[in-house]
């Protein structure tokens, strides 16, 4: 247990909080696909939520058509003000394809349709529908700093389950390589991306205007996007983050497709334009080499801290991942196919909501 701030206001866990906050004015974006399907964990997320009473649950759907309608059904017995937003359908296809934004489909594009909608209200939080452990006190937890001020606040926790180091991603690419960035320019946003104790964590919530201000990428990196934009919209003084205590969800395997490798280059790509938008040009001749030897040092920081507790630890399993993840140190290239924020979006977040509702009713029916 410590109370070290950052760059960026820390919030911890020193008393197992459950803070007073405006869940009453506030949506929950929720993203699932069909494999939460009655899962145990998306359960625990949806029941947990019946107590927190929010003003609006807004779950994007990302599913074929036939398990729309079940879902729907399923999603019905919660005591919830939620509303489904099937991401899939031809009448959504067909509204993003007249304005020259339909394309790859993933969370970010999922979480970024939902969120027009769910900043209708004058707060919004988002957070995955996969964690084993969900708490009654996040969604307060995240509202709080919103209530005192900030613009943007962004959960942070500890990936450790069952005597084993988890947040490979966040541990073994991102971070190293904002660390190889950082060695290269003290450019602000540099400062930032690096202020944030898990930045890949799923969960953060804005001010509506906030939200209406972030552009995301179609699929995996959607973490690192909405950090972008939050430097731009709020900066250091306007953010906080927030000790989410213990916190377990589903693990992913690092080859495969949606496995660890693949998320690495999403996640890479919008880290790069990320900075690219905001003035950065790294050199992309040395990075790859400076992120492997940061990443190779903060293994054997993590072996000596996971002797240190007799936890598992597969030295040679984690240098592995770092090979694999340096094949995504490359400068982006190609079309830029990242969503425009909502306030610059071509139409209204209610033509979304519309199209949603038709193409779901009729195959629902």
């Known amino acids: 247990m410590e109370y070290v701030q950052e760059r960026v206001t820390t919030l911890h866990d020193l008393s197992d909080p459950v803070p007073d906050a405006p869940t009453a004015r506030a949506a929950v ?28 649950v807004v779950v994007p759907l990302r599913a074929p058509a036939e398990r729309v309608g079940p879902f729907r059904e399923w999603l019905s017995e919660y005591d919830l003000p939620l509303e489904v937003l099937w991401c899939d359908g031809p ?64 959960g942070y926790y500890a990936r450790v389950e069952d005597g084993r180091l988890y947040g490979r991603l966040f541990r073994l690419f991102y971070a190293p390589l904002v660390r190889a960035l950082a060695d290269e320019t003290r450019a602000p946003v540099v400062d930032y991306l690096d202020a944030f104790r898990y930045a890949l964590s799923g969960e953060f919530a804005a001010t509506s205007e906030v939200a209406r201000s972030l552009r995301a990428p179609r699929s995996w990196g959607l973490e690192v996007g909405v950090l972008g934009g939050a430097f731009d919209a709020v900066g250091f003084d306007g953010t906080a983050q927030v000790d989410l205590g213990a916190y377990e969800h589903d693990h992913r395997a690092v080859s495969g497709p949606t496995g ?8 890479g790509e919008t880290l790069f334009r990320t900075l690219a938008d905001r003035g950065v040009d790294p050199d992309f001749g040395t990075l790859p080499d400076r992120y492997r030897e940061a990443a190779l040092r903060l293994v054997d920081q993590y072996a000596a801290d996971a002797a240190f507790n007799d936890f598992a ?49 009729e195959v629902s029916s």
């Open 260 to 267: 660890l490798s693949d998320m690495s280059e999403s996640v």
């Open 313 to 361: 630890f597969d030295r040679a399993g984690e240098r592995e991942q770092v090979a694999a993840y340096a094949d995504a140190v490359v400068e982006p290239e190609g079309e830029d196919r990242r969503l425009p924020a909502w306030s610059d979006a071509p139409f209204d977040p209610a033509d979304v909501v519309a199209a949603a509702e038709r193409d779901a009713e």
């Open 91 to 154: 009448r959504v296809s067909d509204l993003l394809d007249a304005e020259g934004l339909n394309g790859v489909r993933g969370k970010g594009r999922d979480v970024w349709l939902a969120l027009g909608r769910a900043a209708e209200e004058e707060f919004v939080v988002v957070h995955d529908a996969d964690t084993k452990t969900y708490d009654r006190s996040y969604v307060p937890r995240l509202l709080f700093p919103l209530a005192h001020g900030y613009g943007f606040s962004k």
């Open 29 to 56: 974006v929720v993203p699932m696909t069909e494999r939460e399907y009655a899962g145990l964990a998306a359960d625990r997320v949806l029941s947990t939520l019946e107590g927190v009473d929010p003003a609006r």
